[in-house]
């Protein structure tokens, strides 16, 4: 017998008790729990992401299209940072006013031009080629997300065209992730799982990278990203 | 090794440890206090806890409709599902897909099946090092130590011994700890952060398990706070995931429940910091090849026991753990199973059954209080499946053992009873834990009215028994410890 019809059969013989005739459905399960905690205007929605979201240590920015990217240069000189991982479908004018050009990320040490402060940290756009090490060399990330979830203040990443592949929001040491207000954001977790697709591999982010393994002292990032900047941008 | 002694005699050394029990002591009082606050939140917290229990219930008395469906998800979405009827069978599953790949490295998130089963030793037999990432389980492999904790494993070492844990076991395993390595938190996470990089960034196997399957979708769910999982879950070719056969839960809709009931009652957040979903394969995103084995190892005798049942439906968030004032005292080692603390004590005996001096102890490893049940997300009601145990190994019975009908004689030459009679001198060499245990059994006056559950009952027989109070836990613990933790209530 193989394994699997043997562990299928103690199951059967493990459920005697079970009455034939049941079905899945008939074991009731009692869905009355909230799907959302408390009312909210868009407005307040926005406000409760930004302030969970802060409570985890990611730093909140708010701006509108216009202001976008002014902001995200900025974030970026601020920085320091040299060289900017973009997905392949990232929105081109969110960067409009960081840097020119792309390039390889290998090449991204010696030579990237100077950006300390200066606002023209290089491109780097994402591709299947390019190993953990290159992406290991980048200094930023920026992507767009599916959906924000204000209750609890996570982001959740789908592989979007703006998102990109998983790795590209993990290996580097700073994410900058934008969400669209209020379009983006649902107040609860029932209302995010409704809007995403299980088909897609997601990645749900609650503040920076952390650990409380060492005498419970929370530490940030030991493997992600150690700084989340989110920018709340309002149509 | 885990210890084989008897819970008591293993809890005994770890009481004589001052230094663990002070570490012990504060990490769980401090998440005590801050789950409560988190669950608070949430006002309809019993009703998600009701449903998550039913949720639970729906999927185990169900479990062969619901396995199948998974598998069929997994293999649809690009998957590969393998069966492993005990721990054996799962290791040498794994083995040969990590021989496949013609890799000798595997990274590893950290997961409690696949210690259960042993794998990184059954892997190291075959001249693969696995490589742990979570940063708790770097600290326990380094140290040659073992997890005392289910979401803290490391609880029980301090800055100092981390530091020089560090300082002398990084270097044989990769990249050494940075010279004059002090101990500050933030230079520790560091130092562990620049060493686990060389291996994630260069492995091309990664071993999982995984918090939930959805059977609906095949989807497979990994909570954490780190990102080594995340690391773990997408940087390598190869990614093999063993999985519990009762992780499995009905709906993708069903997630909206357990992502709300595990990040709060685990670490007290509203959201752990990363959760990963994958469905099967994804073209360009993450591991190309994807391996689930689906363990049973007990669990299917677990299945059978109509009361021990509720065990299954675990979702090993800790809660139970940090307010059990017996595993407070006694640390995570002395259950000697992946598995600690109050669910241990009834997990442990069921998977593996009642044949060993430990596990025949591990029911008396309780003081009954109900505490862990107050506290338990899916509401399993620890103290009933304790005493059940005891009765089945005082006074034998049916029990299912390896999927085969047994009835196993009462526990030889008063064994359960000499177990007991340890347990019960223990506690009475521990004054906190015994007064924990009598005042707290109001709350399970009906459970033992007058005499000591199982083997106790001989022994109680035959002595009086301090009386109970009518006192409830709640009342007792504010009583008794309020004063002195108040700067760590909510
Ligand atoms: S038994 Fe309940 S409280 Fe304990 S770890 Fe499992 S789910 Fe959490």
Known sequence: MSSRDLILARIRRALTDVPRSETPADVPVDRGYARTHGERTAAERVALLAENLADYRARVHRTDAAGLPGLLARLLADRGARTVLVPAGLPTDWLAKTGSGTGSASGAGAGAEPGSGSGTARRVVDAAERTPRELAAVDSVVTGCAVAIAETGTLVLDGGPDQGRRRVSLVPDHHVCVVRVPEQVVDSVPQALDRLDPARPLTWISGPSATSDIELNRVEGVHGPRTLDVILVAD | ?490
Not at chain 2, 25 to 50: G, N, Q, S, Y
Not at chain 2, 86 to 91: H, L, S
Not at chain 2, 245 to 262: H, I
Not at chain 2, 355 to 364: C, F, K, V
């Open chain 2, 1 to 490: 090794m885990p210890p084989r002694a008897a819970f008591p005699r293993a809890a005994a050394a770890a009481v004589g440890d001052a230094r663990l029990r002070a570490n012990l002591r504060h990490a769980t009082h401090t998440i005590r206090a801050k789950r409560a606050a988190a669950v608070a939140e949430l006002p309809d917290w019993e009703l998600l806890r009701a449903a998550g229990a039913a949720i639970k219930d729906r999927t185990l008395r169900h479990l062969d409709h619901y396995l199948p469906r998974l598998e069929e998800a997994v293999t649809a979405a690009g998957g590969r599902v393998h069966w492993a009827a005990d721990a054996a069978e799962a290791n040498r599953i794994v083995v040969d897909l990590v021989r496949a790949t013609g890799e000798t490295e595997v990274v590893k998130v950290k997961s409690m099946a696949t210690q259960e089963i042993g794998l990184n030793a059954a892997l190291a037999r075959e001249g693969i090092t696995a490589y742990e990432t979570d940063l708790a389980e770097l600290i326990v492999q380094l140290g040659d130590d073992l997890p005392s904790h289910i979401l803290v494993p490391a609880i029980h070492r301090n800055r100092g011994e981390i530091r020089d844990i560090f300082a002398r076991r990084m270097g044989d395993w990769g990249r050494p700890a940075p010279e004059g390595l002090g101990d500050t938190p933030a230079e520790l996470a560091e130092a562990a952060r620049l060493h686990l990089r060389e291996k994630f960034l260069t492995a091309k196997v990664g071993v999982s398990g995984a918090n939930f399957m959805v059977a609906e979708t095949g989807t497979m769910v990994v909570v954490e706070s780190e990102g080594n999982g995340r690391m773990c879950l997408t940087l390598p070719e190869t990614l093999i995931s063993v999985v519990g056969v009762e992780k499995v839960v009905p709906t993708w809709r069903d997630l909206e429940v357990f992502l709300q009931l595990l990040p709060r009652s685990s670490t007290a957040e509203r959201m752990n910091p990363y959760t990963s979903t994958w469905t099967g394969t994804t073209d360009g995103d993450g591991p190309h090849v994807f391996h689930l084995v689906l363990l049973d190892n007990g669990r299917t005798d677990a299945l059978a026991d109509t009361v021990g049942r509720q065990a299954l439906r675990c979702i090993r968030c800790s809660a139970c753990l940090n307010v059990c004032p017996v595993y407070e005292r006694a640390g995570g080692h002395a259950y000697g199973s992946a598995y600690p603390g109050p669910i241990g004590a009834i997990l442990t005996p069921q998977l593996r059954g009642t044949g060993t001096p430990l596990d025949a102890s591990l029911p008396y490893a309780s003081s009954l209080c109900g505490a862990c049940y107050e506290v338990c997300p899916v509401a399993i009601d620890i103290p009933e499946v304790l005493v059940h145990l005891r009765e089945r190994v005082v006074q034998g019975g049916q029990v299912t053992l390896r999927g085969t009908r047994t009835v196993i004689k009462p526990a030889r030459g008063h064994a359960a009873e000499r177990a007991a009679l340890r347990a019960a001198a223990w506690a009475f060499d521990h004054p906190g834990v015994l007064r924990a245990g009598q005042r707290l059994a109001a709350r399970t006056l009906r459970l033992h009215p007058r005499r000591l559950p199982g083997p106790g009952r001989a022994w109680s027989d035959s002595r009086a028994l301090p009386e109970v109070p009518a006192e409830s836990f709640r009342d007792w613990w504010l009583r008794t410890r309020g004063e002195r933790d108040s700067h760590e209530q909510p």
